[in-house]
């Protein structure tokens, strides 16, 4: 038992180093939990908020909105995890954000991360707008929150090798075009005038390179069911991506580790509640990419409401509720239609 705790610590050591240059902020704000809600360490339940923005550098940094919704559920017994997209149109209400001078109102929860970006809130600002919209539509808080830009999605999948991806049909890509076989952004490639033939994620399972994997989670024009489809997409490039870590070891080695961090770079902004990256690794060590379970919201298709915007159904907050009873098993068992059947 001594030299078990000896290796533990040794172990933990090693891996405060190897994750000790992510850059950590307050990403949850007034939406984190609270001491009675479990929040300040890891023994219960953990729900954390996974936002995908795409912040490209000939933006303006404070407009940026969150094109990736996730709500990552983690029970108590911490060997499962479930993920939960929230539809970017769907229509909520922000709080009032002094810094952003905006007084609160109705619009799609995507703007909430513009809003709290605005006067240099930056990631920091929108992610907490972002946590406490959630929080204020679905009663769930959290324990932690992640910001991933769409280029450090690309990087981390090119440090991993490729990730195997099932499109259920062809893709054709309104980003992106080949010249000369070369993958390019789409105005990129109008300006080198030379003939452009469009990008196609292809129908089966494949292995793909970070720029196609990327690419085709950001689809949903052409899609049968449009944004719910490309929810499903990227909750399926996130699986894929926790399988490939898995299975070569990444999670399991300092070294592999440190180099996807290093991947991610700048891209990439964590907040753990307070708790130790180390410890979060520690305690999530039981999850791997096989059981991450995927869940569709409002029956996988829209909702929408008398102003044209999507709002949740009543399924999807009876599942956010066993969210925050840590009863989503139960809640599963008993409604499998919310299950993903992407592999």
């Excluded at 929040?39 to 000939?58: N, Q, S, T, Y």
């Excluded at 709080?95 to 709290?116: E, L, R, T």
């Excluded at 793909?208 to 490309?230: H, I, K, P, T």
Aim: charged fraction near 20%.
């Amino acid at each position: 038992m001594m030299t078990s705790g000896v290796a533990i610590v040794g172990s933990k050591a090693v891996i405060g180093q190897a994750t000790g240059s992510i850059s950590q902020r307050n990403l949850i704000g007034d939406a984190g939990k609270t001491q009675a809600e479990g929040g300040g360490d890891l023994e219960g339940p953990i729900d954390l908020l996974l936002l995908g923005v795409d912040a490209r550098e000939r933006w303006d940094a404070d407009d940026v909105r969150a094109d990736s919704i996730i709500v990552l559920h983690i029970p108590a017994t911490h060997d499962q995890a479930y993920l939960i997209s929230i539809p970017r149109d769907t229509e909520a209400r922000i709080p009032a954000w002094p810094k952003g001078n905006y007084a609160g109102g109705v619009d799609k929860i995507n703007a909430a991360f513009q809003v709290g970006a605005r006067n240099g809130g930056g990631w920091e600002g929108g992610a907490q707008v972002m946590a406490q919209t959630i929080k204020g539509m679905t009663g769930v808080s959290f324990d932690g929150a992640a910001i991933i830009n769409f280029g450090g999605f690309k990087n981390v999948i090119d440090a991993l090798g490729s990730v195997r991806i099932c499109p259920k049909q062809d893709v054709k890509s309104t980003h992106m075009s080949y010249v000369d076989g070369k993958p390019m952004w789409n105005a990129d490639a109008k300006k080198t005038g030379k003939p452009r033939t469009p990008v196609v994620h292809k129908k089966g399972c494949q292995e793909m390179e970070g720029w196609a994997a990327l690419d085709f989670s950001r689809q949903r024009y052409g899609l049968a069911n449009s944004d719910y489809d490309r929810q499903a997409n990227q909750q399926q490039l996130i699986k894929a991506m926790a399988k490939k870590a898995t299975q070569n070891g990444t999670l399991t080695n300092p070294l592999k580790l440190n180099e996807l961090i290093k991947a991610a770079g700048k891209a990439f902004i964590l907040d753990t509640g307070g708790v130790s990256v180390e410890d979060f690794v520690f305690t999530m060590r039981g999850v791997t990419g096989n059981e991450l379970i995927m869940l569709k919201t409002n029956g996988g298709t829209y909702n929408a409401t008398g102003s044209g915007n999507e709002a949740l159904d009543e399924q999807t907050l009876d599942m956010f509720r066993a969210v925050r009873q840590d009863k989503l098993a139960e809640f599963v068992f008993y409604n499998p239609e919310v299950i993903s059947n992407r592999k």
